[in-house]
């Protein structure tokens, strides 16, 4: 019988947790098993058989970290470790009525890591499952459907009667770590071609998983619920789980009366938890009538918090933006001044730096509020991955959100200084794109006529136009509105604007940085990544020019260049150089 059929008629209870139960019977402080597929078949085996005695009618096998990153293997040690996997769990199932799911967990990946290569990396590990006669495939803990629906197009490619089933991991609040609403796995998990069912495993405990399916908008569909058996302590630096499985199988049940139709056990789970499962079933293995709907609807209206800089943009007007450093200590009068000059001005909007150079500063959030308020102007401050996990950068946002601010621009981050990284760390949880399609996902929960509308950063700089175009249309699908530019200084960075313009429909604001000085131009032109002023400019400077002298020199440059890019980008972004707002002010108007 094939799983989809199983289950029109019939709940389906899985395995509990491979890892954390083989560090529990070997007294190892791992919870990575799968070379145990070929050290040690027999503990393997004897987990494996452990939980179809306790009842389980699906065993997922031991290949969930089996791939060459996780295992720091090669990829001929990797066929042996799944082989043997998949091997040992059919041996097991031999001569019971079980079904037995090739397991298959998300690939880590670092920042400078391609989806090409991620992406063979899977299509390997499916083909060796293929090879051994693997009919179904389970994908554990993912936090997107991205690569889901990519695999298992793969899968039926070669298989058109292979069976998928999709869990996604989630935190207690319901978000994957890509910022991705349960609502909103479920409903893309929907659409994709293959997949038998889909839900949630591992993240969480029973109790948790159990409010979260509770609020979701489940129909006749195969939802899974797999969670943790809670959240572990630390015991002598071993991970110790708390043997809760009386607990864990009654809230099991009170989820499968929610519809829910695949149920078991992930982390911490032993074959005590599944028996407990079984146990509170009674024999009734029957689908649960949904008697849950927690359909609502958005209400939709004109937004409180008016975007006058955002509808300019649309309405094909050209813009002004500024931005204004924060200040390193206590006293904000210089940029409350700078700002309120500015409205003077008629520029559109402020934006404000997430401490640049990774130099600390005000924040910019507060120091975006406090203007927006005070001067009554438009901000944009700016957010980047570098000084915050997820979780602080969802607070901010929505704290940013909450305070009326809708403008924000995603930045990765400047580096931190080498001679200050013993004391100082990077974060780094995401980068740019990643932070754009977790606003994107909080977005969803805003009124649609009052979300945050973000930008993002573009380097015209560089020499392949190319990738930079690959790279904003990523930014695109990932939500961006707009982009604003690295200075700009010569003319390579100006034909690449055109090019980028001409293939590309996104809203951009060409970078103005005013250069102040001899010492000033040369430490920009090669110290500052992303920057590169030609030498005849640099050369418009003496040593010996006064300050003001230089800065006529300053202003002439930046309005020719302003004058130059005028008719190819949507409006101009003025950076200001040491807070000399005056210099700014005359350079906007010799060029409005």
């Known amino acids: 019988m094939q799983l989809r059929d199983y289950l029109k008629n019939s709940i389906l209870v899985t395995d509990g947790a491979m890892g954390t139960y083989y560090s529990k019977k070997t007294l190892k402080d791992t919870t990575v098993s799968e070379l145990a597929n070929i050290n040690d078949k027999k503990i393997i085996e004897t987990i494996h058989k452990e939980y179809i005695e306790a009842g389980a009618k699906l065993i997922r096998t031991n290949t969930f970290s089996a791939n060459t990153v996780s295992l720091k293997c090669s990829r001929i040690e990797l066929r042996k470790i ?29 920042l400078e890591s391609e989806k090409d290569d991620i992406l063979d990396e899977y299509y390997y590990i499916i083909n060796t499952l293929l090879d051994l006669g693997a009919d179904i495939f389970i994908f554990e803990t993912f936090a997107s459907t991205n690569y889901i629906k990519i695999l298992a197009e793969y899968i039926l490619s070669k298989n058109d009667k292979a069976e998928i089933i999709a869990q996604f991991k989630v935190n207690a609040f319901g978000y994957s770590k890509e910022g991705i609403s349960a609502r909103r796995l479920i409903e893309e998990a929907r659409g994709i071609e293959g997949l038998v069912a889909y839900g949630f495993n591992c993240g969480i405990g029973v109790g948790h998983l159990y409010k979260i399916i509770r609020n979701l908008d489940i129909e006749d569909e195969n939802i899974v619920a797999i969670p943790n058996a809670g959240y572990p302590d630390k015991i002598y630096a071993r991970t110790v789980y708390r043997d809760n499985a009386r607990y864990f199988g009654e809230t099991m049940v009170d989820i499968k009366k929610l519809g829910v139709k695949v149920i078991g056990g992930c982390c911490g789970t032993t074959p005590s938890h599944i028996e407990e499962i079984i146990e509170n079933l ?15 609807q958005k209400k939709k209206g004109i937004s409180n918090t008016p975007n006058r800089f955002y509808k300019k943009l649309m309405n094909e007007e050209f813009v002004f933006a500024v931005e204004l450093d924060p200040p ?24 404000i730096a997430d401490s640049p150079l990774s130099r600390p500063r005000a924040d910019s959030i507060i120091i975006a509020n406090k203007i927006a308020k005070e001067v009554g102007i438009d901000v944009m401050p700016h957010i980047c991955c570098r000084d915050k996990n997820v979780i602080a950068l969802k607070s901010i946002i929505l704290g940013a959100h909450i305070e009326k601010i809708r403008n924000i621009l995603l930045v990765t981050g400047d580096p931190i200084p080498s001679e200050e990284r013993i004391e100082t760390a990077s974060v780094f949880n995401v980068n740019s794109i990643k932070l754009m399609e977790l606003v994107k996902e ?36 990932a939500g961006a509105k707009y982009l604003l530019t690295q200075p ?3 003319d390579q ?5 055109k090019i980028i313009k001409e293939n590309t429909d996104i809203k951009i604001l060409g970078g103005i940085m005013p250069l102040v000085s001899y010492k000033n131009a040369r430490f920009l032109n090669n110290e500052i990544a992303g920057i590169d002023i030609p030498e005849n400019i640099c050369s418009m400077f003496t040593k010996d020019m006064t300050r003001e002298e230089a800065e006529n020199v300053g202003i002439e440059i930046a309005v020719e260049i302003a004058m130059k890019i005028k008719d190819i980008v949507d409006g101009i972004y003025m950076m200001t150089p040491f807070n000399r707002v005056e210099m700014v002010s005359k350079i906007i108007k010799s060029i409005r």
């Open 82 to 110: 799944i082989t043997e996997g998949y091997n040992i769990a059919v041996d097991s199932a031999k001569g019971k009525d079980v079904f037995v799911g090739a397991s298959i967990g998300p690939i880590p990946e670092k």
């Open 282 to 296: 009674d024999g009734n293995y029957e689908p649960s009538s949904i008697y849950h709907r927690n359909k609502t």
């Open 328 to 351: 390193y200590n206590g006293n904000i009068q210089k940029t409350m001044e700078g700002a309120n000059i500015l409205k003077a001005e008629g520029v559109d909007i402020i934006t």
């Open 442 to 477: 909080l977005n969803v929960d805003f009124d649609p006529e009052d979300a945050m509308i973000y930008g993002g950063a573009l380097n015209p700089n560089l020499t392949y136009v190319d990738k930079i175009i690959k790279r904003i249309n990523k930014k695109q699908e």
């Open 488 to 490: 700009i200084y010569n």
């Open 493 to 497: 960075a100006i034909n690449n604007l």
